[in-house]
């Protein structure tokens, strides 16, 4: 469960991040995850620290290009929509991966875990506000999609840690990564300086950290408490989106991140709580 929620950390501060690059394309903002990812890999595979041998290739591939198509709209989403907004509409994936796994992954949920979920998902509603859902526009809709997807890819990488090795995992994500976004990497303008550089430089290096530690976490930890982990990350964005960047924070917001940390904690530490209340 700790590499897990240091995961959700590294995953906020790579998020906090990409509201610097508004100026270039974001399908360049996502190649420079994807190269960044593949030279750590392969510098790991070089230095002896993994080997780089893929053993399910179908679910290798499932959760490369669900996986990247993903990551896309999660920056797009921060990009259109605000740290806050952007990272709550792609963070409803938990929802998505719970009602998964069970007839992907045959894992049980307990009565305590669902409620958990369904908590954190209100949570995640007052976040975004029911009051205007009914104006929700297509950058909206496209960072749910990418919740969707994303949901996807959560329990492909649970699947695929029966059999492959994080590096590998990842490793297949930005490959395929590449493919999704290649063409308009390759049309978009490379017309800024170091600073942009630098800042696409973080965005990758702190995302491969991220990857990786969640990658080898979902080994240890069911699908869906991995996920509502995860929600960690939209509760630290909304409050850096407000800090940082200026980003107005309501009522509804305070009291839905306040239900997201409180089911986050309980999930972290269930089998404790368990033990101490039996």
Not at 8 to 23: E, G, K, Y
Not at 216 to 237: D, I
Request: one cysteine or more; aromatic letters at 10%; hydrophobic letters at 60%.
């Amino acid at each position: 469960m700790p590499v897990m929620a240091a995961s959700s950390v590294l995953f906020s501060a790579m998020s906090l991040l990409i509201p610097l690059t508004r100026s270039v394309n974001t399908s360049l903002v996502a190649s420079a995850r994807f190269v960044t990812g593949i030279v750590v890999i392969v510098g790991f595979a070089l230095a002896g620290v993994t080997r780089l041998k893929p053993v399910n290739r179908w679910w290798l591939i499932v959760r490369g290009l669900i996986g990247a198509t993903s990551v896309y709209f999660f920056f797009r989403g921060i990009t259109m929509l605000g740290l806050g907004k952007g990272t709550v509409l792609n963070y409803t994936y938990p929802v998505f991966a719970a009602l998964l796994a069970p007839l992907m992954l045959k894992e049980k949920l307990s009565w305590d875990v669902v409620a958990a979920v369904l908590v954190s998902f209100l949570g995640i509603a007052l976040v975004v506000n029911p009051g205007r859902i009914n104006a929700i526009g297509v950058e909206e809709l496209l960072a749910l999609l990418g919740g969707v997807l994303s949901g996807i890819a959560v329990v492909a990488i649970k699947k695929l840690r029966e059999t492959d090795t994080p590096y590998v995992i990842y490793l297949a994500q930005c490959i395929f990564g590449l493919l999704v976004v290649g063409w308009p990497t390759m049309t978009s303008s490379f017309a800024f300086g170091g600073r942009i550089w630098l800042i696409l430089l973080g965005v990758g290096a702190l995302a491969t950290a991220a990857q990786l530690a969640m990658t080898w976490a979902y080994k240890h930890v069911p699908a869906t408490e991995g996920s509502l982990l995860g929600f960690l990350v939209p509760v630290l964005n909304v409050l850096l989106g407000v800090v940082v960047f200026g980003e107005k924070m309501r009522v509804a917001t305070l009291a839905g991140s306040a239900l997201v940390l409180i089911c986050c904690g309980y999930v972290a530490f269930r089998e404790r709580i368990l033990r101490l209340v039996g």
